[in-house]
């Protein structure tokens, strides 16, 4: 089992910067991959970026450039750097964990075992 716990979400206004984190217990060999989504009301739930314990990360193209993705294997602490920050980067955003990472579908929320509760960020225009 996999307790994954986030935060750092808050108000910013358009163009600053937020540091998510999420920490991870419990079976750390099932936290090999780690993923950030995001959803809106409304809207499927939406892969941001993923990254393995090895480091090799991947993003969707509307955040390229602006998202950083980290793990810290030794805490177990996965992070998400949000820098220039729009409107439409407001959504709850959750923190998942599986065992196998599959960058072909790392978007798939339905192949995550383990999720956070979420924490939500909202950027004003």
């Known amino acids: 089992q996999v307790q994954l716990v986030e935060s750092g979400g808050g108000s910013v206004q358009a163009g600053g910067s937020l540091r998510l984190s999420c920490v991870a217990s419990?079976?750390?060999?099932?936290?090999?991959?780690m993923a950030w989504f995001r959803q809106v009301p409304g809207k499927e739930r939406e892969g941001v970026a993923v990254?393995?314990?090895?480091?090799?990360?991947l993003y969707t193209d509307s955040v390229k450039g602006r998202f950083t993705i980290s793990k810290d294997n030794a805490k177990n602490i996965l992070y998400l750097q949000i820098n220039s920050l729009k409107p439409e980067d407001t959504a709850m955003y959750y923190c998942a964990a599986d065992a196998v990472c599959r960058y072909s579908d790392y978007d798939n929320f339905r192949r995550y075992a383990y999720w956070g509760q979420g924490t939500q960020v909202t950027v004003s225009s």
């Open positions: 419990g079976d750390t060999y099932s936290t090999h991959c």
């Open positions: 990254i393995n314990s090895a480091g090799r990360a």
